[in-house]
């Protein structure tokens, strides 16, 4: 599935967010989206996700305008991964992953027996089967990540839209979702992730898009785009990128020198 | 172990054959409540007359009953425990409908205003001398009134959505309630007066078989689309942004759940004036029993709501002399019940 935006324009009354963004996302391909706060990655997503609408330009999946899209339709195309799935009443984990399969059920229908035979798979997938009965209070940050997932692949669309998706994660779990994450593109998935982690980029994404001042700083190949120079702009600090035994880690120059 | 009965503890949510022997269950029990309505009473009447007479509308049966206990069971019984479980099913889906939708479980048509706002819209037309339809329509125009007004202002505060929600049915009740209070004060005191107050603290006495069709039309149309749509009622749980992107029109489904649930709400505080906490407490029992699916808590909450209604309308009229108005009863009820629940909330 393939993901076209082209200058696309995007104001909050007079404060604009988005200024003549372009770009576009390969079927199978991860896109890391880096920028600080305020630099509009999530205005971004909002406009791909027809959340908001656009003040100009075009967004457009397999060639086919994204407003001619009903928001069922979309759902069948594009899936949305927030940073922090929360729900006051407390659903058990296979009820939350059969609530993916609702763009593909009539609008007064209840999921039958094939949908939730594509939410169990979409719980294999993730290897998480075994916390189907459970209540989604009762798991762990990490596996909750992985339940909206399921639920993101339930959905069957094949554009992933993910907001953070670590943000509230520990250490290990961070790594973990990633990986999991990554091993999606590999099933022909195409991703468009943002984060605050740049070594995320550096580790798992084909491409990586700089926004910054409501445009596009630089967008291209991972090995290509993130410099020291990219960085600089984007985060207002020193960070040396380093190579060591063949992986690229940041390494954030600190101003205070007694630091260890 | 420990995990292990973690997991026994919460199965009994996702088995696929409980909701239908707990569905079953409480079939049994409504079905229960309902006779045993007939039975007792200032006028006891014997289960087997009662059947007798229940079948002699059907079959030619030679009457052996007196007179008066047929008319105790079709003009008297008869509407009150039709409407008291119309009445208890009904309010009971609208609370659970409002709950999930404003992803709140503590608001309620109480909470929202709507019971307070129907409420003056249907003295309002006792005052004017209305017609019962007119009177209805207005009790729904006020109850949709104090709804919107209320969401506006929770609206208005972003960060504080529940605090707006509570703060913003509290302050939109109180209006209702002035304006319920001064057309007391207009009301002739020989007619018009005594008429509103008593029908006020929520009663079925005076309830009449015709007045079941003003009850169960507005019910039926107000029912159905939350019947229809009760898998979507799941996702307006999740937040905004993730319920559109699983493919909703949330703004469409809360229209339509807001008209459907005010609409049901405004014809039982027509009928009965006002009767509180069965929309709040009820909900929470069911979740409690039944978990959060709507699939299943729809039709267990209509039946528990309808089987407690029933069942509180019956001692109303039998535990004193008198006759106890069936709102104070509930409040009695339902109001430790759900300080219980409450307690029991936060020690988890």
Known sequence: ????????????????????????????????????????????????????????????????????????????????????????????????????????????????????????????????????????????????????????????????????????????????????????????????????????????????????????????????????????????????IIEKNGRKICFPTLENKDAK | MSNDKSRTSVDFRHDPDHPVTLLAGFIILFIFIFFLSFFVGRYPIKPITLIKVLLSKIFYIEPTWPSTVENVIFKIRMPRILSSAIIGGALSVSGLAYQGMFKNPMVSPDVLGTSAGAGFGASLGILLGLSYFSTSALSFICGLVAVILVTFISGKLMNQKTLGLILGGIMISSIFTSGTSF?????????????????????????????????????????????????????????????????????????????????????????????????????????????????????ISILMGSSFLMLVDTLSRTVTTGEIPLGILTSFIGAPFFLYLMIREGKK
């Open chain 1, 1 to 240: 599935m393939r993901l076209d935006v082209k200058n696309l324009s995007f104001a909050y009354k007079d404060h604009k967010v988005l200024d003549d963004v372009s770009f576009s996302l390969n079927e199978g391909e991860f896109l890391c989206l880096l920028g600080k706060n305020g630099a509009g990655k999530s205005t971004l997503f909002k406009l791909l996700l027809g959340f908001l609408k656009k003040e100009s330009g075009e967004i457009l999946i397999e060639d086919k305008k994204l407003e001619t899209y009903s928001r069922k339709l979309l759902a069948r195309e594009i899936a949305y991964i927030p940073q922090y799935s929360s729900n006051t009443f407390d659903y058990t984990v296979f009820d939350t992953v059969l609530m993916g399969t609702t763009c593909r059920i009539d609008s007064l229908g209840s999921p039958k027996k094939r949908e939730k035979r594509i939410a169990m798979e979409a719980l294999e997938r993730f290897n998480i089967s075994h916390l189907s009965h459970k209540l989604a209070s009762s798991i762990s940050g990490g596996e909750r990540q992985l339940v909206i997932l399921a639920r993101a692949i339930a959905q069957g669309s094949h554009i992933l839209i993910l907001d953070e998706p670590t943000a509230n994660l520990d250490y290990g779990n961070q790594f973990k979702v990633m990986n999991t994450i990554s091993s999606l593109k590999d099933m022909g998935y195409s991703i468009i992730l943002s984060t605050h982690n740049p070594e995320q980029a550096l580790w798992f994404s084909d491409k990586v898009m700089f926004l910054n001042d409501n445009k596009i700083l630089a967008h291209g190949n991972t090995d290509d785009v993130m410099t020291s120079e990219n960085l600089k702009t984007i985060y207002d600090i020193p960070i040396d």
């Open chain 2, 183 to 299: 057309v007391k004060l207009v009301a002739d005191t020989d007619d018009a007066l005594p008429a509103i107050t008593y029908w006020l603290m929520g009663s079925l006495a005076s309830v009449k078989m015709s007045d079941i069709k003003f009850l169960i039309i507005p019910i039926i149309i107000g029912l159905l689309p939350i019947i229809l749509l009760r898998w979507k009622l799941n996702l307006l749980t999740l937040d905004e942004d993730e319920a559109m992107s699983l493919g909703i029109n949330t703004i469409l489904l809360r229209k339509v759940v807001i008209f459907g649930s005010t609409l049901m709400t405004a014809a039982c505080v027509g009928v009965s004036g006002h009767i509180g906490w069965v929309g709040l407490v009820i909900p929470h029992f069911t979740r409690m029993i039944v978990g959060c699916d709507y699939r299943h808590s729809v039709p």
